[in-house]
């Protein structure tokens, strides 16, 4: 069984349009995340939710959107995607405060044109 | 915002070599964690050194934590091209809500 799953692994889309990345974890972590990968391969903090609760909400710009159901699930939508919001976003869980690691979805590829 | 200092960026070696790569942080870390993201896939995390001067091995990867808590190293012994991917260290959120990444070293192990 998959620990972290998100959905799809590859998105390519046109400029303008609006979409929605799935994340979920079976993992029984109390806190989820989102994270953007550039070229760079650096990985930077979008937001992160601990029991349904938003703790994290970095500078990112407000068509990002990010919307946890329960503590299993966080999505993210994406309004008037931009040729800059190419890059590869990870979806992660974690027991907050534990000192455990975080666990990774394999990643969604977004390819905007 | 705190960045994690990783050397060398890039590193391409040949199969069988030994190779270190090393994280640093002008601040102490409360500890410190080693993931290894290969092509495709999300960061797994390796290990979490605590104690300043641990040592951990896992199979041929020895992690070592700085006496002082400021550096850690990662040697990998006889490395396969298995060991390819992307070395991340990390200081795990303690008094923060964030974990903070260093940027990362790109390891290439040719056969």
């Known amino acids: 069984d998959t620990a972290v799953s998100q959905t799809p692994k590859y998105l390519v889309t046109q400029m303008g349009n609006d979409k929605s990345i799935k994340c979920e974890q079976n993992?029984?972590?109390?806190?989820m995340y989102w994270y953007k990968q550039d070229s760079k391969k650096f990985l930077k903090i979008m937001f992160s939710y601990n029991n349904k609760e938003l703790i994290i909400n970095e500078t990112v710009p407000n068509r990002f959107s990010p919307k946890s159901p329960d503590k299993a699930h966080l999505n993210l939508h994406i309004n008037s995607l931009e040729l800059g919001d190419s890059a590869v976003y990870f979806c992660?869980?974690?027991?907050?405060?534990?000192?455990?690691?975080?666990?990774f979805g394999s990643g969604t590829r977004l390819t905007v044109v | 915002t705190q960045l994690l200092e990783q050397s060398p960026q890039f590193l391409s070696i040949q199969e069988g070599e030994n190779l270190t790569v090393y994280c640093n942080s002008s601040s102490v870390f409360s500890s410190l964690q080693w993931y290894r993201q290969e092509p495709g896939e999300g960061p797994v995390l390796l290990v979490t050194?605590?104690?300043g001067g641990e040592v951990k091995k896992l199979k041929r990867l020895t992690f070592q934590f700085g006496d002082a808590r400021k550096d850690s190293s990662l040697h990998i012994t006889a490395a396969q091209p298995g060991d390819t991917g992307l070395y991340l260290c990390?200081?795990?959120?303690?008094?923060?809500?964030?974990?903070?990444w260093g940027l990362g070293t790109s390891l290439a192990v040719n056969p």
């Open positions: 993992l029984g972590h109390d806190t």
């Open positions: 992660a869980s974690s027991h907050h405060g534990s000192g455990d690691g975080y666990t």
């Open positions: 990390a200081d795990p959120p303690f008094r923060t809500r964030k974990l903070i």
């Open positions: 050194v605590v104690t």
